[in-house]
């Protein structure tokens, strides 16, 4: 099993607008071999930084399965208009991939 995860500094304010993008997308997810779950998970609130903390959260059968996706042309499809509205977060997400540890 492989867990793909985005972690997004989201600034403060703009939390339900990020949301809404995340729940309204074009979801290809569920087309790709492999695919498990999709999570949103909303962090805490950074009040020195001024940003909310975000992860997406998709788990693989595979890092092969997962690996496909970021090739496929339903990846290129779901990601389309990233970035081209206002942008809701600070910087770029920051990804992090795990394999699970069989038996731990």
């Not at 949301?19 to 609130?45: A, I, P």
């Not at 909310?52 to 499809?77: G, I, M, P, Y």
């Amino acid at each position: 099993m492989y867990i793909a995860m985005n972690r997004f500094k989201v600034k403060a304010g703009l939390e339900e607008e990020f949301e809404n993008v995340w729940k309204n997308r074009d979801r290809r997810l569920t087309e790709m071999k492999g695919f498990q779950q999709f999570h949103l998970l909303r962090g805490s609130f950074n009040e020195q930084e001024g940003y909310t903390l975000f992860a997406s959260h998709t788990v693989w059968n595979s890092f092969d399965d997962f690996q496909a996706w970021t090739k496929s042309e339903n990846f290129r499809a779901a990601h389309k208009n990233a970035g081209t509205s206002k942008s809701t977060t600070l910087g770029h997400p920051q990804f992090e991939g795990f394999s699970i540890v069989e038996g731990a």
